[in-house]
């Protein structure tokens, strides 16, 4: 491995992009807080701006002229007054880009259907938009500071528009090759979260949550010395603080553990985001833009303590999942049945959250996410109940996934029995349970309806 540079790598959500102030005070941060070390900053849509987007295409396909109007509107008023108020060159290029977004919609319209390429064309105007921003702000008080989108820093991806996957030896090299000089001559970057392009150069994302998988690629790119992410929290914390709102925050956890959180929802956060940090061994941090004297959550290779007599870290919540059931006598004794379901599914390109099979194998149960489950359903019924492998394929929406996440669950007896203890006390039923090998997390699918007291039962048992 090349030496640690002493490059930061800081990434702003969203909720650190709200408005003028809020996108000036994170420039500030950049500029104030890494100690004259060189600083790359990625930057998320401005708050909302992600959800607005996605509806304006659907509403543009569906040839909706009102919401397009209203939501075209909302858009360009946002990023307008946000431009005027920082300056610097900003109204003029998000003009020209909200301009460009406005035929693009035309278009769709026009076009009457939203393909997934399309989709990532307009939503990823988030990104593009808010890097403009970023970037005036960082160099209105002196020195130069270089906008890129996540493809023109030298992220390239497959086409798996939606979610795509990054080719990312590629991308490493490429991101280094643009980002280092710059750097090195005492420049600073702000690059687009979430935004990529294939090898074509046609603009793909990475999937909900991306930026903080952006951050942690260019991170692993340059080597970073540090990774910060900054949002609107302390740090992690043992559980959503809108749901639990005793909820702690957690000076320091593994990259297992984070990773193993970030998988349930919890600061929703991209799967695989912290994965290439973790790779490279480059520490990252949590950190609050609105009280940036908190040293926030560290995420460590391995835990430094022992036993600290709590060995659940923290409980995740991920909401809008699906169970799907597949059932039926055939399956029993016959090897080969869960492969099938498994490769089915991965075929048509559907994440599975959580497995779990009784003893009797009568039944394997599969959590996914919820915009999934029809499309699932349909290809399990194609591919095992046509050819007689299973007798039915069920489907139970509304329905939460959560879990008891910590390194110090293995090997310590009864952490299970009290999970089962604490839901049991609160009168709530669980309808699906899965524990990995390397028991570092429980997890739980309870009613869409149970699942906030769920979280408050084991927290209130677990944590306090
Ligand atoms: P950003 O826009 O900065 O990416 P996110 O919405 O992705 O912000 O994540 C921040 C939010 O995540 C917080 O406001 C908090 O409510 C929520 N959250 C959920 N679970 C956790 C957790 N375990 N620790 C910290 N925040 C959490
Ligand atoms: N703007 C994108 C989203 O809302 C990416 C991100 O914020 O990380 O999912
Ligand atoms: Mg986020």
Same mark, same amino acid.
């Given at each position: 491995?090349?030496?640690?540079?002493?490059?930061?790598?800081?990434?702003?959500g969203?909720?650190?992009?709200?408005?003028?102030?809020?996108?000036?005070?994170?420039?500030?941060?950049?500029a104030?807080?890494?100690?004259?070390?060189?600083?790359?900053?990625?930057?998320?849509?401005?708050?909302?701006?992600?959800?607005?987007?996605?509806?304006?295409?659907?509403?543009?396909?569906?040839?909706?002229?009102?919401?397009?109007?209203?939501?075209?509107?909302?858009v360009r008023?946002?990023?307008?007054?946000?431009?005027?108020?920082?300056?610097?060159?900003?109204?003029?290029?998000?003009?020209?880009?909200?301009?460009?977004?406005?035929?693009?919609?035309?278009?769709?319209?026009?076009?009457?259907?939203?393909?997934?390429?399309?989709?990532?064309?307009?939503?990823?105007?988030?990104?593009?938009?808010?890097?403009?921003?970023?970037?005036?702000?960082?160099?209105?008080?002196?020195?130069?500071?270089?906008?890129?989108?996540g493809?023109?820093?030298?992220?390239?991806?497959n086409?798996?528009?939606?979610?795509?996957?990054?080719?990312?030896?590629?991308?490493?090299?490429?991101?280094?090759?643009?980002?280092?000089?710059?750097?090195?001559?005492?420049?600073?970057?702000?690059?687009?979260?979430?935004?990529?392009?294939?090898?074509?150069?046609?603009?793909?994302?990475?999937?909900?949550?991306?930026?903080?998988?952006?951050?942690?690629?260019?991170?692993?790119?340059?080597?970073?010395?540090?990774?910060?992410?900054?949002?609107?929290?302390?740090?992690?914390?043992?559980?959503?603080?809108?749901?639990?709102?005793?909820?702690?925050?957690?000076?320091?956890?593994?990259?297992?553990?984070?990773?193993?959180?970030?998988?349930?929802?919890?600061?929703?956060?991209?799967?695989?985001?912290?994965?290439?940090?973790?790779?490279?061994?480059?520490?990252?941090?949590?950190?609050?833009?609105?009280?940036?004297?908190?040293?926030?959550?560290?995420?460590?290779?391995?835990?430094?303590?022992?036993?600290?007599?709590?060995?659940?870290?923290?409980?995740?919540?991920?909401?809008?999942?699906?169970?799907?059931?597949?059932?039926?006598?055939?399956?029993?004794?016959?090897?080969?049945t869960? $492969?099938? @379901?498994?490769? /089915? #599914? +991965?075929?048509?390109?559907? !994440? &599975?959250?959580? *497995?779990?099979?009784?003893? %009797? =194998?009568?039944?394997?149960?599969?959590?996914?996410?919820?915009?999934?489950?029809?499309?699932?359903?349909?290809?399990l019924?194609?591919?095992?109940?046509?050819?007689?492998?299973?007798?039915?394929?069920?489907?139970?929406?509304?329905?939460?996934?959560?879990?008891?996440?910590?390194?110090g669950?293995?090997?310590?007896?009864?952490?299970? $029995?009290? @999970?089962?203890? /604490? #839901? +049991?006390?609160?009168?709530? !039923? &669980?309808?699906? *349970?899965?524990?990995?090998? %390397? =028991?570092?997390?429980?997890?739980?699918?309870?009613?869409?309806?149970?699942?906030?007291d769920?979280?408050?039962?084991?927290?209130?048992?677990?944590?306090?």
């Amino acid at each position: 491995m090349s030496p640690r540079s002493n490059t930061i790598v800081m990434k702003f959500g969203g909720t650190s992009m709200k408005d003028a102030e809020t996108i000036r005070s994170s420039a500030q941060l950049a500029a104030s807080t890494a100690d004259g070390r060189p600083v790359v900053a990625v930057v998320s849509a401005m708050d909302q701006v992600t959800e607005h987007l996605l509806d304006l295409g659907d509403a543009a396909a569906a040839d909706n002229r009102a919401a397009v109007y209203n939501l075209m509107a909302q858009v360009r008023s946002k990023h307008e007054t946000a431009a005027k108020a920082i300056g610097n060159g900003a109204p003029a290029s998000v003009d020209a880009m909200l301009d460009k977004l406005d035929r693009l919609v035309g278009g769709i319209a026009a076009v009457g259907e939203l393909t997934a390429r399309s989709k990532d064309a307009v939503v990823a105007f988030g990104e593009m938009l808010s890097t403009q921003l970023m970037g005036a702000a960082m160099s209105s008080g002196g020195g130069i500071c270089k906008a890129f989108t996540g493809g023109q820093a030298g992220i390239v991806t497959n086409e798996n528009h939606g979610k795509a996957e990054p080719l990312m030896d590629l991308s490493l090299f490429q991101l280094k090759q643009t980002l280092q000089p710059l750097l090195d001559k005492g420049e600073r970057a702000v690059v687009s979260g979430f935004i990529a392009q294939t090898q074509h150069g046609v603009v793909t994302t990475l999937g909900r949550g991306g930026s903080d998988y952006t951050a942690c690629i260019l991170g692993a790119a340059l080597n970073a010395d540090e990774i910060w992410i900054w949002s609107d929290v302390d740090g992690l914390m043992t559980a959503d603080p809108r749901t639990v709102p005793s909820a702690k925050l957690l000076a320091e956890i593994t990259f297992a553990e984070a990773i193993e959180m970030g998988q349930f929802g919890a600061k929703s956060m991209h799967p695989l985001a912290l994965e290439p940090a973790a790779e490279h061994g480059i520490p990252v941090r949590f950190r609050n833009t609105f009280n940036p004297k908190s040293a926030g959550t560290r995420i460590v290779p391995i835990q430094p303590t022992g036993d600290d007599g709590h060995p659940v870290k923290s409980i995740p919540l991920l909401k809008n999942a699906a169970v799907l059931t597949v059932g039926g006598a055939a399956m029993i004794g016959r090897p080969g049945t869960a $492969a099938k @379901v498994f490769d /089915a #599914l +991965a075929e048509a390109r559907i !994440n &599975i959250m959580m *497995i779990s099979q009784s003893v %009797s =194998e009568a039944g394997i149960s599969l959590v996914i996410g919820k915009d999934q489950a029809e499309r699932a359903r349909a290809v399990l019924e194609r591919m095992l109940m046509r050819p007689g492998l299973a007798k039915s394929v069920t489907l139970v929406e509304d329905v939460c996934a959560l879990a008891v996440v910590g390194s110090g669950m293995a090997g310590h007896a009864g952490i299970a $029995a009290r @999970v089962f203890g /604490a #839901l +049991a006390k609160s009168n709530i !039923n &669980i309808i699906a *349970i899965a524990q990995g090998s %390397s =028991e570092l997390s429980i997890s739980m699918v309870v009613s869409a309806g149970a699942a906030a007291d769920a979280v408050r039962a084991l927290h209130s048992e677990f944590i306090g």
